[in-house]
Nanobody, 129 residues
Framework: QVQLVESGGGSVQAGGSLTLSCTVSGYRYRLYCMAWFRQAPGKEREGVASIDSGTFTKYADSVKGRFTIRKDNVVNTLYLEINSLEPEDTATYYC???????????????????????WGQGTQVTVSS
């Protein structure tokens, strides 16, 4: 059973930084693609960043230069480093995973988030101005 558990959310002021973590268990981590999505109240879930089974990454235009996705295969953990936070970044952030055949479901601009196989429970990020 695949399990994704996020942590690291919180309340910060605009301009601040956070690092979100997603601990993965239940599958062969190295064979999967992973991503971060977010959903603000009243809005559709959107892709933020994805990373394939290697180190190839994709980012949504709205976060390029501010967000960094990376993973540590030793401890099976995915990270999202967020800098220069803006009030518009306020949302619940979700970790997601797919096997390598369906990595496209995780692309930030793909719009295929409803097809994603595995989700974490989400962690809240609130940015005040």
């Amino acid at each position: 059973q695949v399990q994704l558990v996020e942590s690291g959310g919180g309340s910060v002021q605009a301009g601040g930084s956070l690092t979100l973590s997603c601990t993965v268990s239940g599958y062969r981590y190295r064979l999967y693609c992973m991503a971060w999505f977010r959903q603000a109240p009243g809005k559709e879930r959107e892709g933020v960043a994805s990373i394939d089974s290697g180190t190839f990454t994709k980012y949504a235009d709205s976060v390029k230069g501010r967000f960094t996705i990376r993973k540590d295969n030793v401890v099976n953990t995915l990270y999202l480093e967020i800098n220069s936070l803006e009030p518009e970044d306020t949302a619940t952030y979700y970790c997601a995973a797919e096997n390598y055949l369906n990595c496209g479901n995780l692309f930030p601009s793909g719009g295929r988030w409803r097809l994603v196989s595995y989700w974490g429970q989400g962690t809240q990020v609130t940015v005040s101005s």
